[in-house]
Each structure stands twice: as structure tokens, then as C-alpha cells.
């Protein structure tokens, strides 16, 4: 059983920081993109920011800038740095992991339950 954890959400005011965390446990073989998404009552999920096994990170045109997304593939956690919040930055922010549960089984996706980020204005 594979459990992604996201923590470190909660209320900031415009122009603050937030970082999340996001930590993959159990029986993992390896993992290869780790990823940030954020979802919004009544939009569709948004990808905020990818980040692959070798570091290579790419992100939404909103956020560029402003979010960096890194990984410790020791501890299997991709993190997620928030700078110069905006209130359209509030959301649910959730993390993804494609990985493989062993060597000859093909990756699957894994979600996190989302944390909850909200910038006041």
C-alpha cells in the first residue's frame, strides 16, 4: 500500500510564503515524476509544477517565478516552495507521484488527500 502525505498548508496573507511537503511511503520500487496540482470548487484540476527523478522541473505559466518545485528522492518527499502568494493562488494543493511498485510492473499514478492553501488579501 502506497500513502502519499501532503503537509504544510493553512492561511497566509498576499505576498507571503508557504512550502509544502509531500511524502511517499510504503513499498515503492522507484519513482519517476513527482508533481503539484491544485483544484478549485468548480474548475478542473490544475498542474502547478513537475518535477522528474533526475530534478528537471517544469511549471504552469501562473506560477513561474514565484514556485519551485524539488525532491529528495532519499526520503521520497517533493516539496513545494510558495513565494508572493496571490489570493488566486487558493486552492487545494495536491500531490502526485508515478511510481512503480516493483521492477517488472509498469508505473502507476498516486494522489495525496490535498492540503489546503488560502491567501487573504
Known amino acids: 500500500q502506497v500513502q502519499l502525505m501532503e503537509s504544510g498548508g493553512g492561511l497566509v496573507q498576499t505576498g507571503g510564503s508557504v512550502r509544502l511537503s509531500c511524502a511517499a511511503s510504503?513499498?515503492?520500487?522507484?519513482?519517476?515524476?513527482m508533481s503539484w496540482y491544485r483544484q478549485t470548487p468548480g474548475k478542473q484540476r490544475e498542474l502547478v509544477a513537475t518535477?522528474?527523478?533526475?530534478?528537471?522541473?517544469n511549471y504552469a505559466d501562473s506560477v513561474k517565478g514565484r514556485f519551485t518545485i524539488s525532491r529528495d528522492n532519499a526520503k521520497n518527499t517533493v516539496y513545494l516552495q510558495m513565494n508572493s502568494l496571490k489570493p488566486e493562488d487558493t486552492a487545494v494543493y495536491v500531490c502526485?507521484?508515478?511510481?512503480?511498485?516493483?521492477?517488472?510492473?509498469?508505473?502507476?499514478?498516486?494522489w495525496g488527500q490535498g492540503t489546503q492553501v488560502t491567501v487573504s488579501s
Open positions: 502526485n507521484a508515478n511510481l512503480k511498485l516493483s521492477l517488472m510492473r509498469r508505473p502507476y499514478d498516486y
Open positions: 510504503g513499498t515503492i520500487f522507484s519513482i519517476n515524476t
Open positions: 518535477i522528474t527523478s533526475d530534478g528537471s522541473a
